[in-house]
């Protein structure tokens, strides 16, 4: 370990991968390796396709897209939050000066 990095190896679809990862993120991946893992095994039992290319090419088109989803969520949660916050701010000091 260099560091605080970990070399670790990861399986999908049958594929073993090593990385080199931050030790702290490990979780992370083995939590990535299952969801893809179920997922890749999912797909494959409700798609026709020629090899696992495409399989995982479904896969990763279905995770961007909630990837994608996801993010405009959270950067409208964020746009709703920030006036928010600086009216509480706002108050938090007109308490404090009075």
């Known amino acids: ?20 990862i931050q030790k ?19 797909f494959a039992k409700q798609w026709t396709f020629k090899d696992y290319q495409d399989i995982l090419s479904k896969l990763l088109i279905s995770e961007v897209v909630k990837n994608i989803e996801c993010n405009e969520r959270l950067q409208e949660y964020e746009e709703d939050l920030i006036p928010k916050m600086i009216e509480l701010n706002e108050l938090a000091d007109k308490i404090h000066i009075d």
């Open 1 to 20: 370990m260099e560091d605080g990095f970990i070399t670790i190896k990861i399986t999908i679809a049958q594929r073993i991968i090593e990385l080199k």
């Open 24 to 42: 702290e993120w490990e979780r992370y991946y083995r939590e990535a390796e299952k969801i893809i893992n179920d997922s890749f095994f999912n």
